[in-house]
């Protein structure tokens, strides 16, 4: 099993900037690919950015030149700097992680945290 706690939400103006960070314990060392969704009201989940365990990242297109993930999946930590927020940047962010034990194929939520972009 693993757990993620994620932290760094909150309320921000339009252009300001926020982290999120989450820290993965149990069985991290399963862990393949971390990354962040987000969920709108009224909206699908939606990703957001990944990171591989070899350090590849990838990124939705909204967020693309604004958003940064980094972290290190060995240790089980995964960050997102997320500068020039828009209004349509809010949303509930959620922490993932996808493992691999014996050939099984896991994947694993964080509880959220709210960012709000609002003047």
């Known amino acids: 099993q693993v757990q993620l706690v994620e932290s760094g939400g909150g309320l921000v103006q339009p252009g300001g900037s926020l982290r999120l960070s989450c820290a993965a314990s149990?069985?991290?060392?399963?862990?393949?690919?971390m990354g962040w969704y987000r969920q709108a009201p009224g909206k699908q989940r939606e990703l957001v950015a990944t990171?591989?365990?070899?350090?590849?990242?990838n990124y939705a297109e909204p967020v693309k030149g604004r958003f940064t993930i980094s972290g290190d999946n060995a240790k089980g930590t995964v960050y997102l700097q997320m500068n020039s927020l828009k209004p349509e940047d809010t949303a509930v962010y959620y922490c993932?992680?996808?493992?691999?034990?014996?050939?099984?194929?896991?994947?694993?939520w964080g509880q959220g945290t709210q960012v709000t972009v609002s003047s």
């Open positions: 993932n992680a996808e493992a691999i034990r014996f050939g099984v194929p896991y994947v694993y």
């Open positions: 149990g069985s991290i060392f399963s862990i393949n690919v």
């Open positions: 990171i591989t365990r070899g350090g590849s990242t």
